[in-house]
């Protein structure tokens, strides 16, 4: 059994309040799915044009990044977003679209990649009540993410990503997901395993400017009887019942748990044919790092053609990597069994776990520390995942046990849902 993830052999990523690879637009709240696991409240509403930019203003003056997400509500819902994408991309950063796909044509595809598209982050899983894909299970869900895979290669150019929302009894289905990922390997550069969250309604009292309010209001107070305390830790073990060698290199921390994953990165050198290995460390660390000394800021989407050169990154950078070098190994003693696997392209292909709030037994938030999904309200950087509570409340609640003997210490809370 491979050894538990110790986050001190990791390499912590670098960012921060400040500079980070990412900023979270959100142009619209309206959708036409409404997703178990939303934090959006869905309603008719878009912005203006004025509205993104100085949405965008705020984030050029607040924050270096590389990329912005442009989220909602879907963003395929607003009538302007070819304008939107071609903002982020004169302003010299990278437009990334996070949508369901439901409203995407291969027409609207061209226009935006003619903007400036960098590529596209599809939410698709089993519990959107998609018309035709209701009762379907996360493994059959991987027949749309082909749909939508095939869709982007065939226009070509653009990254493709894919979010998954995890639940407790969709958690055994991970591993099938990431072999689909590996199969598809050349159009499909990262796939996101989102850790279901909602307000905890039962063990805890709520408050702003000191007033007990009432979250069950909120989108994300609306409880069914589930599991709400996945962590990125039964992610990487039910993986690893199939995949031993699969080896998470890079992590965010915790605001309050210096040893939880709340962002869990880990990254293969891969053909359609076969994963030959994780990269390490070491590896993602160069990559942060030369990125940032060239351009002045953090990685957040790499081009397609920058993932596929993973025979270039086998022979140049295992003498400084473990995980690379174990990968290189694996694939010389490939291509001595089959040579022509020599001509397979080899792809670099990202596996996130993202571990949203966890609330701990004394009502303290545990957030990833170093948020790169922060968007903008009032003027402020705020938490995307929260923003719902300012806009009700004023301001983020504060959460209170009303069990005071767990009012001490951080135990972490363990909460099944009546
Ligand atoms: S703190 Fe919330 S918005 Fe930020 S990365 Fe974590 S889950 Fe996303």
Redesign the pocket.
Known sequence: MPAPLDHRSLYRLPWNLADNPIA?LEPTKACNLACDGCYRENVKEHKSLDQVQADLDVFARLRNFDGVSIAGGDPLMYPELPTIVRRVTAMGRKAIINTNGLALTRELLVELKAAGLMGLTFHVDSRQGRPGWRDKTEVQMNELRSTYADLVASVGGLACAFNSTVHGDTLHEVPELVDWAGRNVGKVHTMVFILFRAAALEQFDYFASGKKVDVGSLVYGEQKKERLDLNAREVVDVIRERHPDFSPCGYLNGTAQADSF??LLAMRVASAHKTYGWVGPKFLEMTQSAYHLWTGRYMSYAAPSALSVGRSVLLGAWPLDRGVRTAAASWAASLARRPLDALRKLHLQSILV?Q??DLLEDGTDN??DG????TVNDGKLV????LEEPRAFGQFVTAVPRHPEASNGHKRLDVVQP
């Open positions: 979270w709340k962002w993202i949203p709030i957030m990833c948020c790169p999904d922060m938490w995307s995942c929260r």
